[in-house]
């Protein structure tokens, strides 16, 4: 996809044992549990290009992304994220045979790289799948670990290490998430990302239109 460099998303690190302090309570993630949400930019060979282990379970990857959005990375992500000139997200029930439906199409299959590192990642590390949990009272320290496995796991990337079977697990993320309202930000920031998808849509469709032709010159 042009001018895109990242791939953006959130995953939640399952923690346990954590004090019964007035912050506890924060860290209950929507599944019910004790976790981290953690945030992830990756390129398209799945190298972690930006990691955020800092936050509570009980927010939302918007939210997230609306503390730390001074990101450089032109990224694309799912539609629990907002659209800003920085950040693509899919346009949900485009009717089917509208540029709108080939862009989100196309936007859909490249960001299922960030599923498949997300994946590896895990897979690599089986401390940070849901299944199972970081036996740390500081959260800022299970942060941390965090934060080291994504570095491991450029490593292995860099040295081409065998990647490990996959790991299913039971996540379950809702496709559709309410998407909370952004006073903080410039309000052209929505004008302008709509005009930035605006030529992601015409790409797509432009490209879509190009594989036809080359069909029908083949035929």
């Known amino acids: 996809m042009p001018r895109v460099l990242g791939f953006i998303d959130g995953s939640l690190m399952r923690l346990s044992y954590l004090p019964r302090d007035a912050e506890r309570q924060s860290f209950y993630c929507r599944k019910g549990f004790l976790a981290l949400n953690t945030q992830l930019i990756c390129d398209g060979d799945l190298n972690i290009l930006n990691v955020d282990a800092r936050w509570p379970g009980s927010l939302t990857d918007n939210l997230i992304w609306q503390y730390v959005c001074k990101s450089p990375f032109l990224s694309i992500g799912d539609n629990g994220y ?6 693509h997200v ?18 859909c299959h490249c960001r299922n790289v960030v599923e498949r590192c997300i994946g590896v990642l895990k897979s690599r590390w089986r401390l940070l799948s849901i299944d199972r949990s970081i036996n740390y009272k500081n959260a800022t320290y299970a942060g941390k670990i965090f934060n080291a496995c994504c570095v491991l796991h ?4 860099a040295r081409r290490v065998p990647v490990p079977p996959p790991l299913l697990e039971n996540n379950n993320d809702d496709d559709n ?5 952004l006073p903080d930000l410039p309000l052209d920031v929505e004008q302008r990302g709509i005009a930035e998808m605006q030529y992601l849509i015409n790409f797509a469709n432009q490209r879509l239109n190009n594989d036809r032709n080359n069909i029908v010159h083949a035929l």
């Not at 998430?177 to 309202?181: H, L, T």
Request: glycine letters at 4%; aromatic letters at 22%.
């Open 90 to 107: 899919p346009i949900l029930h485009a009717e089917p045979g509208t540029p709108e439906y080939y862009y989100t199409l196309f936007h």
């Open 177 to 181: 998430v309410d998407i909370e309202p």
């Open 82 to 87: 907002f659209t800003a000139p920085w950040l």
């Open 154 to 157: 450029n490593f292995c990337n």
